[in-house]
């Protein structure tokens, strides 16, 4: 017999809570106590755990739902759901708990859609804001806005709430830059350049559902600086004088485009704030030989009064955010790397005229050298404008969602370049935990490193880029998504080199994917009059046939739900389903005109009309027209919905494979239709 009675005098500190242990069981157990306003850190593990509320009086979160606890429930969470246990009342909240490992259960849990569906919750996805400096080019399009698009597409083919969010970044210093060479004003040029962004996004088959031009959107100067009294009321954002970088002609201050140098972390070029190479950030007065882009002359340095974040302060907090959505190792290991400094004091106002000025200013003591005449910063300006492009959203289709009062039912998520990392994935989580302080956003993270050109980085000033209009059409569109998917820079850095474009259009599909369904047409019309023949008798072949393509219906959606997303992998599994089916139509041709195997021959060709069908519904989130033309072909709605199985096509459906052109010689940027 075994007794354990629940002593507080012996717990200690696990998962952010107070934890003892019970022996003896047989599997894992113990007792926890959370006090009053407090929670557990959140959490996941293969082992499958229950937990038995005993007294007082909280709230579960398991994968961002809510749920009550209370005495007398038992909440039992499957491997890999992510938990946290806060406790709403006013006395300890003490639980039992028990844990164990079924290594079946984890494998079953790893795969179950189920587990990493978002039920009714709103999804917020956003693609970061460009810069209306210059319009997209292919190395923009790879990353975060074919990504979000692909991803909000797989979702609401799932029945997710998702929406795609986006918009100009008004207020770059980069948009001041490249008025100056325009000769415009500021406003000129980014309403210029947000307006082309907008076209080349749609000529790209991306229309997201919210895009915020934040120098025009109404309310978002008032919003943006009630964000920043926020950050202010918080007593953690502060005026503080530090040395800064002036122009020694101009006498202008020097950050981001009108400043070059060496990083203070890796030694890389880098302009003023972020270095592209390493993800860390610098405060200009730490660069190494520092060269001002306003004139030959040496940058003086001298002390400038700003608003100033000790983000060195909160690396746990940092670190508790991250354990709760998906962070990849690239983002937590730049975060160890910049908690691991021994002080990161962040300026988030400059001095400037492009921008909004703070509600706040402040005056030096002898009148000068204060925050007069200086606007917040547009990367933290970024984080807000993240909350008001929900509410901009919510104002239109009806929901009552506030940029001042976001919600913990809220998902985001959000999709960048490498370069953007310490903004998204260490500033904005303390910023929001400042402005918002009973909120703790759950949000997931999927970063692409650069996209090269011909081996050499896309530039804008060196017109080294293929623009997204000189090779976007209704005729390439397809093509360059899937390649786009196929070769985007996920994990490293990859390359558009022009001739793997033209020949894999040729080759891959057009020679492959075209030519298979085109002859599977033209056999249907030739032995079957143009209609979809119902299946025969089944041989083993054609089972085994049927399981490979239910394995790659389970791969390509492991590929594109949450948290397996890639769109590499998803490319690379349609091609499979083409491939393997190919493949499976040579093995059975030798049979196929012989009446004495006429019966196994329509089973054979119900299951390649099977993986055209099962490829027109898993394209779409690629290739958006494609899907829907493949499937006009087989006699089928536009796909809506993300198949759960390989389905045959109904007999006496009329196909029309043999007739419909899918894709169309690649040609050279310019040469084909504006």
Known sequence: MIISRYDESVLHEAFGIGMSGVEGLGVGAGWGRVAPGQSSAAHQHDETEFFVIVEGRGEFTVDGRRHPAEPGVLALFEPFETHVLTNTGSTDLVFLTQYWRDARRAVVSSGDRRRTAFGDRPVFVFSTPPTPNGDLHLGHLSGPYLGADAYVRFQRMNGTDAWHLTGSDDYQSYVVDAARARGESPAETAAHYSAEIRRTLALMDIVPDQFTVTDTAPGYRDGLRDFFSRLVASGRVSVSERDALFDAVTG?????????????????????NICEECGEPNTVADLTAPRSALSEAEPLRRPQARWSLPLHDFGPEVAEHHRAGRVPARLRELAARLFARPSLDVPVSH???????????????????????QVVWVWPEMSYGFLHGIEALGGRVGREWRAAAPDADWKIVHFFGYDNSFYHAVLYPVLYRLAHPGWRPDIDYHVNEFYLLEGAKFSTSRRHAIWGKEILTPESVDAVRYFLARTRPEEERTDFRRAAFEQTVDSTLIGGWQRWLGGLGERIAKEYGGSAPDAGTWTPEHSAFLARLGARLAAVTGALRSDGFSLNRAAAELDGIVEDTRRF????????????????????????????RLLAHTAVPVMPRFGAKLAAALGLPEPADWPTTVELVPPGAEIRLADTVFFHPATAPGEGDR
């Open 585 to 612: 139509s040579r093995q059975e041709s030798p049979t196929a005109h012989d009446e004495a195997w006429r019966s196994e021959s329509r089973t054979a060709i119900a299951l390649e009309l099977a993986a055209a």
């Open 252 to 272: 202008d201050y020097l950050y981001e485009v009108d400043v070059s140098g060496g990083c203070p972390g890796c030694g890389a070029g880098t302009g003023g």
């Open 351 to 373: 001095p400037a005229d492009w921008g909004v000025p703070p509600a706040e200013q402040s005056t030096g003591a002898d009148g000068t050298d204060g925050t007069d005449g």
